[in-house]
């Protein structure tokens, strides 16, 4: 690890095929946007030799436009890889959107790496979806780390900021939290600020100096070793505490001393399993600069104290039909099972996938098997296809570097699997598997949108299909009731994104519209109507007489029909042709052209002509019955209801309570969750939440999350169906 005596830069480079799961590092980089995650990816690039000087590989080509700002808002939205080596070992380091709104990004991240690094800004500290995502990593124990950025802000305070992590991540032990280097400063500038330097290694007391642009190793002065005695005690108390060596806590108390290399042995084989989270610093390499601040002591941390693919334990596997499977964990000569991570399209080699190998060893030109996912809720289609797999390649940005294989623990761009989507398994082809696929966030904010011309009404659906495919967070929907394509998404940053791929990548032009939920209507009291259609002109004319009844049922009775004539007054072959004609005014609605729901129609009596009388005549006399009724009755507007599920921050519980009773809802329940947390539950008519994952994340500043289901349609208030009545008879 980076604190080790004799620590080094070590051997760096481009990233290749790796041999071995011991000698592969995957790592998932974690932060809030503006934390500095990219930036902190470039450096560490930097410094492993992937490129020669910031933005640039050794060839002198772009790293994947590190300097456009086009590439830089598309790194923003979305999971990217850069592999790196060092010291003998591939690192894949997997940088995540820091917004709220591509989660399912983040998730693919947290997937396909065996630890994290959070990334936190020295001068903006910890949110609250940061704390959520750190919480996830602990439910599965996965390995971390911190990272504290920004530095050289004015008001950046290294100590304050270790302290607000012990309290924001150490809730269980925050002497688990705790910094392995203290930053040390140069001299102060003309506004009083000092510039960080160089590190201080608590365990080995020996000074990491950056201030040339390449980091050296030196004795520090005899007045700094002083101020770092009280962290480092902490330090090693620290680690001791998370010793395997139940002893080591006796000798140390005893007053022996612990040598240097029992206690990073000890260190890092607790980051490894989850148990101990050290805090370092970074700052990205000055303009000519090799290394940036704390790049080296980040790297030798990857290597050293982060585990291997080997021993992180698989996800369940299965056969495609459903039967348990055991499977060697990260066997590179096992069965192939290997996951989608990503999903994206490029103009030139078309779909590219980003892959996970759990076990086995995948080949270029290797047919394949890809099982899907069961996202069919999602607008995703489940298939079981075998496909040949094209070129393997490591990626670094735009440029894709060949790769002859990919064993189980590494990851790899797969070029040409045209069926394979994010959360697919690949497997061998006469040996289908199917691994457990990781939780998707539900999208719950909708976006209705429509053709914006004909041509793009041709190239729509297609568009709609590679973006869902690519994209596992976003959900498309048909609607039947409202004849609306809606698109449901996490939040206004990802409608966004989804707008902008479907004009840029795919050329369809989208207009948004407003979106309708599925309004119903009801009658409120039993009333009666006379259907009569009766013309004559040259040849056979029209002749339908049909009277009904029509009275309210319990809410989900749907429409019943029911025969009561008598002596034959509608012949026997008409009354199917009544039946039709009232069940299709039922479907337009009798108000405010919304369905028809949770009614009886009693057909009584009526007349027929034995020469004029037809099927249409009775199916329009039916209509025609059903709408008189319906002038002579008070018709209720429904509206759809959603049990809302709102889990929230003890803090924020009020102000929930509050904004869900301003959109009409009524709170049914509360009960603790622990962790400083509040289970809500209410039942809001959806008309008025359209918007609340929006709303939600501004009112609880991140930190809520809520699910919805459909309960059922009730009566909506008076004066706000008056209002969709009026503006139903102004379109009319």
Same mark, same amino acid.
């Given at each position: 690890?980076?604190?080790?005596?004799?620590?080094?830069? *070590?051997?760096?480079?481009?990233?290749?095929?790796?041999?071995?799961?011991?000698?592969?590092?995957?790592?998932?980089?974690?932060?809030?946007?503006?934390?500095?995650?990219?930036?902190?990816?470039?450096?560490? &690039? @930097?410094?492993?030799?992937?490129?020669?000087?910031?933005?640039?590989?050794?060839?002198?080509?772009?790293?994947?436009?590190?300097?456009?700002?086009?590439?830089?808002?598309?790194?923003?939205?979305?999971?990217?890889?850069?592999?790196?080596?060092?010291?003998?070992?591939?690192?894949?380091?997997?940088?995540?959107?820091?917004?709220?709104?591509?989660?399912?990004?983040?998730?693919?991240?947290?997937?396909?790496? /065996?630890?994290?690094?959070?990334?936190?800004?020295?001068?903006?500290?910890?949110?609250?979806?940061?704390? #959520?995502?750190?919480?996830?990593?602990?439910?599965?124990?996965?390995?971390?780390?911190?990272?504290?950025?920004?530095?050289?802000?004015?008001?950046?305070?290294?100590?304050?900021?270790?302290?607000?992590?012990?309290?924001?991540?150490?809730?269980?032990? =925050?002497?688990?939290?705790?910094?392995?280097?203290?930053? %040390?400063?140069?001299?102060?500038?003309?506004?009083?600020?000092?510039?960080?330097?160089?590190?201080?290694? %608590?365990?080995?007391?020996?000074?990491?100096?950056?201030?040339?642009?390449?980091?050296?190793?030196?004795?520090?002065?005899?007045?700094?070793? =002083?101020?770092?005695?009280?962290?480092?005690?902490?330090?090693?108390?620290?680690?001791?505490?998370?010793?395997?060596?139940?002893?080591?806590?006796?000798?140390?108390?005893?007053?022996?001393?612990?040598?240097?290399?029992?206690?990073?042995?000890?260190?890092?084989?607790?980051?490894?399993? *989850?148990?101990?989270?050290?805090?370092?610093?970074?700052? $990205?390499?000055? /303009?000519?600069?090799?290394?940036?601040? *704390?790049?080296?002591?980040? @790297?030798?941390?990857?290597?050293?104290?982060?585990?291997? =693919?080997?021993?992180?334990?698989? $996800?369940?596997?299965?056969?495609?039909?459903?039967?348990?499977?055991?499977?060697?964990?990260?066997? $590179?000569?096992?069965?192939?099972?290997?996951?989608?991570?990503?999903?994206?399209?490029?103009?030139?080699?078309?779909?590219?996938?980003?892959?996970?190998?759990?076990?086995?060893?995948?080949?270029?030109?290797?047919?394949?098997?890809?099982?899907?996912?069961?996202?069919?809720?999602?607008?995703?289609?489940?298939?079981?296809?075998?496909?040949?797999?094209? &070129?393997?390649?490591?990626?670094?940005?735009?440029?894709?570097?060949?790769?002859?294989?990919?064993?189980?623990?590494?990851?790899?761009?797969?070029?040409?699997?045209?069926?394979?989507?994010?959360?697919?398994?690949?497997?061998?082809?006469?040996?289908?598997?199917?691994?457990?696929?990781?939780?998707?966030?539900?999208?719950?904010?909708?976006?209705?949108?429509?053709?914006?011309?004909?041509?793009?009404?041709?190239?729509?659906?297609?568009?709609?299909?590679?973006?869902?495919?690519?994209?596992?967070?976003?959900?498309?929907?048909?609607?039947?009731?409202?004849?609306?394509?809606?698109?449901?998404?996490?939040?206004?940053?990802?409608?966004?994104?989804? %707008?902008?791929?479907?004009?840029?990548?795919?050329?369809?032009?989208?207009?948004?519209?407003?979106?309708?939920?599925?309004?119903?209507?009801?009658?409120?009291? +039993?009333?009666?109507?006379?259907?009569?259609?009766?013309?004559?002109?040259?040849?056979?004319?029209?002749?339908?007489?049909?009277?009904?009844?029509?009275?309210?049922?319990?809410?989900?009775?749907?429409?019943?029909?029911?025969?009561?004539?008598?002596?034959?007054?509608? $012949?026997?072959?008409?009354?199917?042709?009544?039946?039709?004609?009232? +069940? &299709?005014?039922?479907?337009?609605?009798?108000?405010?052209?919304?369905? @028809?729901? /949770?009614?009886?129609?009693?057909?009584?009596?009526?007349?027929?002509?034995?020469?004029?009388?037809?099927?249409?005549?009775?199916?329009?006399?039916?209509?025609?019955?059903?709408?008189?009724?319906?002038?002579?009755?008070?018709?209720?507007?429904?509206?759809?209801?959603?049990?809302?599920?709102?889990?929230?921050?003890?803090?924020?519980?009020?102000?929930? #309570?509050?904004?869900?009773?301003?959109?009409? *809802?009524?709170?049914?329940?509360?009960?603790?969750?622990?962790?400083?947390?509040?289970?809500?539950?209410?039942?809001?008519?959806?008309?008025?939440?359209?918007?609340?994952?929006?709303?939600?994340?501004?009112?609880?500043?991140?930190? &809520?999350?809520?699910?919805?289901?459909?309960?059922?349609?009730?009566?909506?208030?008076?004066?706000?169906?008056?209002?969709?009545?009026?503006?139903?008879?102004?379109?009319?």
């Amino acid at each position: 690890m980076g604190d080790k005596a004799n620590a080094h830069p *070590g051997a760096a480079g481009r990233a290749t095929a790796a041999d071995h799961p011991a000698s592969v590092r995957n790592v998932v980089l974690v932060g809030h946007s503006g934390s500095g995650k990219t930036t902190l990816v470039e450096a560490l &690039a @930097l410094t492993a030799g992937a490129v020669n000087r910031a933005g640039r590989v050794e060839d002198g080509g772009t790293v994947s436009d590190y300097d456009e700002i086009e590439h830089r808002q598309q790194r923003s939205v979305q999971l990217s890889l850069v592999p790196v080596d060092w010291d003998g070992y591939k690192i894949n380091i997997l940088d995540t959107p820091g917004y709220a709104d591509f989660v399912g990004e983040l998730r693919a991240g947290l997937r396909a790496a /065996d630890a994290a690094l959070f990334v936190v800004s020295a001068s903006d500290g910890v949110d609250g979806s940061t704390r #959520m995502v750190w919480e996830e990593c602990a439910a599965v124990g996965m390995p971390r780390a911190i990272v504290v950025t920004h530095l050289e802000s004015a008001r950046a305070d290294f100590d304050e900021m270790t302290r607000i992590c012990a309290e924001a991540f150490g809730a269980d032990d =925050p002497d688990a939290v705790l910094p392995l280097y203290l930053p %040390l400063h140069g001299a102060a500038g003309p506004d009083g600020h000092a510039s960080v330097t160089g590190l201080i290694g %608590l365990l080995s007391q020996r000074l990491f100096d950056y201030s040339s642009g390449e980091r050296k190793e030196a004795e520090p002065d005899a007045g700094q070793l =002083p101020l770092i005695e009280e962290a480092r005690n902490r330090l090693i108390e620290g680690i001791i505490a998370e010793s395997e060596d139940e002893t080591l806590m006796d000798r140390y108390l005893g007053g022996e001393e612990i040598d240097l290399e029992t206690l990073v042995q000890d260190l890092e084989r607790a980051v490894a399993r *989850g148990a101990f989270f050290p805090v370092l610093a970074a700052a $990205p390499a000055a /303009d000519g600069a090799r290394q940036g601040l *704390g790049t080296v002591e980040l @790297l030798e941390l990857v290597t050293g104290g982060f585990p291997t =693919p080997l021993e992180r334990e698989a $996800p369940a596997v299965t056969t495609p039909d459903g039967r348990a499977r055991e499977v060697s964990a990260c066997d $590179p000569d096992g069965p192939l099972v290997a996951e989608v991570v990503k999903t994206a399209s490029d103009p030139y080699v078309g779909r590219v996938s980003l892959v996970r190998v759990f076990s086995g060893t995948l080949r270029p030109d290797q047919t394949v098997h890809v099982s899907g996912h069961g996202l069919s809720d999602r607008g995703h289609e489940d298939h079981d296809v075998d496909e040949r797999v094209g &070129a393997l390649s490591a990626p670094f940005g735009k440029q894709q570097r060949a790769l002859t294989h990919c064993i189980a623990g590494d990851l790899a761009c797969v070029a040409k699997l045209h069926r394979a989507e994010t959360g697919d398994t690949l497997s061998a082809k006469d040996d289908p598997l199917l691994m457990e696929p990781w939780q998707m966030p539900d999208p719950l904010l909708p976006l209705a949108i429509q053709a914006h011309s004909k041509a793009d009404e041709d190239k729509l659906s297609q568009g709609l299909g590679r973006l869902v495919a690519e994209d596992p967070t976003m959900r498309l929907e048909q609607n039947q009731s409202t004849h609306q394509v809606v698109l449901w998404c996490l939040g206004e940053a990802h409608a966004d994104v989804a %707008l902008e791929r479907l004009r840029n990548r795919y050329g369809v032009q989208v207009d948004v519209i407003p979106y309708k939920v599925s309004l119903r209507e009801t009658f409120a009291a +039993r009333a009666a109507g006379r259907g009569r259609h009766v013309k004559q002109s040259g040849g056979h004319g029209q002749y339908a007489i049909c009277e009904i009844e029509v009275e309210p049922l319990p809410n989900g009775s749907g429409i019943e029909f029911v025969d009561k004539v008598v002596g034959g007054a509608v $012949p026997r072959q008409f009354i199917p042709s009544v039946e039709k004609g009232v +069940r &299709a005014q039922a479907a337009r609605g009798v108000a405010a052209g919304h369905p @028809l729901i /949770d009614i009886r129609i009693t057909l009584l009596d009526g007349k027929a002509h034995s020469v004029d009388s037809s099927d249409a005549a009775f199916q329009t006399a039916g209509a025609l019955a059903l709408r008189e009724a319906a002038g002579d009755a008070r018709i209720h507007l429904l509206e759809p209801v959603a049990e809302v599920s709102v889990m929230v921050g003890d803090d924020y519980v009020g102000a929930v #309570m509050s904004d869900l009773s301003g959109r009409r *809802g009524r709170v049914v329940g509360t009960e603790q969750a622990g962790g400083g947390r509040t289970l809500v539950r209410a039942e809001v008519p959806e008309i008025e939440i359209g918007r609340y994952a929006v709303d939600l994340r501004s009112l609880s500043h991140g930190t &809520a999350r809520f699910s919805r289901s459909y309960a059922r349609h009730e009566p909506m208030p008076p004066q706000i169906a008056e209002r969709i009545r009026e503006r139903a008879r102004d379109t009319s």
